[in-house]
């Protein structure tokens, strides 16, 4: 039997929930459901107004449409992340432009965002990887000298805190003008497929649930404005999502434990370096348990994944960096880019069994076939 990178647990009230939707008629969405997780997230990510959508990469075209980014505008982002940011914002016309992460916690390093700051930047796209967030007090404090928009992709650190150098506490997914979240069945919270916008902007607000929308018009409810999607999601989803969301305490717990459990069991590994249980302003979540090959190591990631399926550990390689993509160099964007923190986790790093179902007993089995690698 594999032990599965991740398996989500529904063994709240999410049979209750969808069977309420069913018995009451309400599966669009236009449900009750909707409302409810658009009202527990805007309250988990300390934002004031909640816009589902039917995933997380929707929810990033939304935020960019919203901002009304296009064509011959800038958006940075990070490098190291999933191509859902880079595609939004090539969807939108607007050029992509990648930051360098930080060695240690993996994420968009604040250092890098000034030299690559134009005349015409009009964005920082900022991505929470993995376990640890992004610091954010320079991120924010650069988009503020030079009037640029924060759009913070939160996907992976639903329920995450940041703690200020001011001593404040701040939700994850508080800092963006706009913030997004995907609902994925390896996330925090899940609906199967689903998203989320959340911003504190009320005109902001009413622009992401109107293109989410179709831009119905207002007048007249076929004559159209401007041009939006049909991103909704339906009441059955959000039903799900509502039980979720009360349960993520416990989720996060799991998953914070879990994180203890690989640090136990992998501790003196010295051919891995391990995720960072803390930084100065974070505390680890372990959305994932994510290990990288130290360069003495004669393989690659590749490699040791095929080796760890042989032992029946289900793998996940890291990110493939976006001056990388094959498919966005061809459109000439990233020439001459070069980001080596990045290009090296890509190819030095993976992550372990995960997910909340996930009990010590296995994370030790991994954690054994991780060590047995170097034997
Ligand atoms: C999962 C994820 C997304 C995409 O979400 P989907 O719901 O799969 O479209 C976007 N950004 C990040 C950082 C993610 O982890």
Same mark, same amino acid.
């Given at each position: 039997?594999?032990?599965?990178?991740?398996?989500?647990?529904?063994?709240?009230?999410?049979?209750?929930?969808?069977?309420?939707?069913?018995?009451?008629?309400?599966?669009?969405?236009?449900?009750?459901?909707?409302?409810?997780?658009?009202?527990?997230?805007?309250?988990?990510?300390?934002?004031?107004? @909640?816009?589902? %959508?039917?995933?997380?990469?929707?929810? !990033?075209?939304?935020?960019?449409? +919203? /901002? *009304?980014?296009?064509?011959?505008?800038?958006?940075?982002?990070?490098?190291?992340?999933?191509?859902?940011?880079?595609?939004?914002?090539?969807?939108?016309?607007?050029?992509?432009?990648?930051?360098?992460?930080?060695?240690?916690?993996?994420?968009?390093?604040?250092?890098?965002?000034?030299?690559?700051?134009?005349?015409?930047?009009?964005?920082?796209?900022?991505?929470?990887?993995?376990?640890?967030?992004?610091?954010?007090?320079?991120?924010?404090?650069?988009?503020?000298?030079?009037?640029?928009?924060?759009?913070?992709?939160?996907?992976?650190?639903?329920?995450?805190?940041?703690?200020?150098?001011?001593?404040?506490?701040?939700?994850?997914?508080?800092?963006?003008?706009?913030?997004?979240?995907?609902?994925?069945?390896?996330?925090?919270?899940?609906?199967?497929? @689903?998203?989320? %916008?959340?911003?504190?902007?009320?005109? !902001?607000?009413?622009?992401?649930? +109107? /293109? *989410?929308?179709?831009?119905?018009?207002?007048?007249?409810?076929?004559?159209?404005?401007?041009?939006?999607?049909?991103?909704?999601?339906?009441?059955?989803?959000?039903?799900?999502?509502?039980?979720?969301?009360?349960?993520?305490?416990?989720?996060?717990?799991?998953?914070?434990?879990?994180?203890?459990?690989?640090?136990?069991?992998?501790?003196?590994?010295?051919?891995?370096?391990?995720?960072?249980?803390?930084?100065?302003?974070?505390?680890?979540?372990?959305?994932?348990?994510?290990?990288?090959?130290?360069?003495?190591?004669?393989?690659?990631?590749?490699?040791?994944?095929?080796?760890?399926?042989?032992?029946?550990?289900?793998?996940?390689?890291?990110?493939?960096?976006?001056?990388?993509?094959?498919?966005?160099?061809?459109?000439?964007?990233?020439?001459?880019?070069?980001?080596? %923190?990045?290009?090296?986790?890509?190819?030095?790093?993976?992550?372990?069994?995960?997910?909340?179902?996930?009990?010590?007993?296995?994370?030790?089995?991994?954690?054994?076939?991780?060590?047995?690698?170097?034997?």
């Amino acid at each position: 039997m594999m032990i599965p990178v991740n398996e989500p647990v529904l063994s709240g009230n999410e049979s209750k929930y969808l069977a309420e939707c069913i018995s009451t008629g309400w599966i669009s969405s236009e449900g009750p459901f909707v409302r409810r997780l658009e009202e527990g997230m805007a309250t988990v990510a300390g934002q004031r107004f @909640g816009v589902a %959508v039917m995933n997380g990469s929707a929810a !990033l075209e939304v935020a960019l449409a +919203a /901002l *009304r980014i296009g064509p011959g505008d800038e958006v940075i982002l990070p490098a190291f992340t999933i191509i859902s940011c880079a595609a939004a914002i090539v969807r939108a016309g607007a050029i992509p432009v990648v930051v360098d992460s930080d060695p240690l916690t993996w994420n968009l390093d604040p250092t890098k965002l000034g030299p690559v700051i134009t005349p015409r930047t009009k964005a920082i796209m900022v991505v929470h990887i993995y376990g640890l967030p992004v610091d954010m007090d320079p991120v924010v404090q650069i988009a503020r000298d030079h009037g640029l928009k924060i759009i913070e992709d939160s996907a992976e650190q639903i329920g995450q805190v940041y703690q200020s150098r001011s001593g404040k506490r701040r939700m994850i997914g508080s800092f963006g003008d706009v913030s997004t979240f995907s609902f994925y069945p390896n996330k925090h919270v899940t609906t199967g497929e @689903g998203g989320m %916008v959340l911003t504190s902007d009320e005109v !902001l607000a009413e622009r992401c649930r +109107a /293109l *989410r929308n179709l831009c119905f018009g207002r007048e007249r409810r076929f004559v159209h404005e401007e041009l939006g999607w049909n991103f909704r999601m339906s009441n059955l989803q959000a039903a799900v999502g509502v039980a979720q969301m009360e349960v993520l305490d416990r989720t996060i717990k799991k998953k914070r434990l879990i994180g203890a459990w690989y640090n136990e069991f992998l501790e003196g590994v010295k051919e891995v370096e391990l995720p960072e249980s803390r930084t100065s302003y974070a505390e680890n979540i372990y959305w994932v348990y994510g290990i990288v090959l130290k360069d003495q190591v004669p393989f690659d990631a590749e490699e040791a994944m095929n080796r760890l399926a042989g032992a029946g550990i289900g793998t996940r390689p890291f990110f493939w960096p976006m001056h990388e993509q094959p498919v966005l160099t061809r459109m000439g964007f990233f020439r001459d880019v070069s980001c080596p %923190v990045a290009e090296r986790l890509a190819r030095r790093g993976f992550y372990l069994p995960s997910g909340i179902a996930l009990t010590r007993e296995q994370a030790e089995q991994s954690s054994t076939a991780v060590r047995a690698l170097f034997k």
